[in-house]
Each structure stands twice: as C-alpha cells, then as structure tokens.
C-alpha cells in the first residue's frame, strides 16, 4: 500500500465519522471501505490505529466490538484535507450513510456490556441517541452467564422495556 493510499483510507474514516452524529463500529467502517476496496483489511486496520495513535478519532470498547468517534483534531483533519477525497467516493459515503443511517445509529445506541463486581457480575445496559443516554441500567447478577444472558437480550428487548418504564413513571397514583 503507498503512503497515498493509506492516507486515503484515513481521510475516509474521518469523513465518514464527521458526517453522523454517534459513533461508528469497526465491522460498520469496514463494511463500506471493504466494498470499496475488498483487499483493503489489514490497510484499514493501520488506518485506524494510525488515527487513534493521533488521536484524530477515539476508540471506546464495549463487550466484544470496538466504536469509534472523531476528535476535534480529526474534525479539523478532514475540514483542511476533504479535498483529497475524490467527490465519486464522498457521494458513495454520504449515499452509504443515508440508507444504512438507522441500521447504524440502533447498532451504535442500543449497548450493553458486564464486568464482575467482587463474587457477583453487573450487567450495564444503555440506550443513547445523539451522544445523550436516554436510559442505562445496571442489574447484579449471580453468574457470568446471566450477566451474558441480559446482555444479550438487551439487543432485542431495550425497546420494550424502555416504553414499559417510561409508562410505569408516568402513569398517574
């Protein structure tokens, strides 16, 4: 890969990052500069960690899958370099974004994570949208298998146990 390549691949990421409003995912990054370039996986692995090393974006790990977000450095990054992305790729990105937009946003809202605290495990669920936490619980469990168990029901039922809360608090006595 040539140093111009791989700057490409990084003024991508950064482009992509700046244009939405929640983090991103490895596998959701990739899925776009992997169609673009299918032999592009290890040269997008250096991609980012050459981004985060200059913290033009920020990694945060929850369970098994890393999210990333842009800095104010990698905003400043893509406001000064944009020019080197040629408009056909920025249209693919912006039209990637448009209609993968809330498939993105419900992978990078909805998380869940679990850690053990002394002989018990805590399962911590979360609802975001735009960076704001609309609802996060933390339940202690037993075994690591149930914190596992809640964390991964989390996926599929967050949206209804967030209504059945919010229904519960607000009904009137």
Request: proline share 3%.
């Amino acid at each position: 890969m040539t140093n111009e390549g791989l700057v490409l691949y990084k003024l991508m990421v950064l482009y992509m990052l700046e244009r939405v409003d929640f983090p991103l995912t490895v596998s959701q990054i990739s899925q776009f500069i992997l169609d673009f370039n299918p032999s592009a996986f290890f040269d997008l692995q250096i991609a980012l960690n050459e981004l985060v090393d200059n913290d033009f974006i920020k990694p945060r790990t929850e369970r098994n899958h890393t999210l990333y977000e842009i800095t104010e450095q990698g905003k400043e990054a893509v406001e000064l370099f944009e020019f080197k992305i040629a408009d056909s790729i920025k249209m693919d990105i912006l039209n990637y974004l448009r209609d993968q937009k809330i498939e993105l946003r419900n992978e990078s809202a909805i998380s869940s994570d679990y850690y053990p605290s002394g002989k018990e495990y805590i399962a911590q669920c979360s609802i975001k949208e735009r960076n704001q936490t609309l609802l996060e619980i933390k339940i202690s469990v037993p075994t690591q298998e149930q914190a596992i168990h809640i964390c991964d029901s989390w996926k599929d039922k967050n949206e209804e146990i967030y209504q059945y809360l919010i229904t519960e608090i607000w009904q009137e006595s």
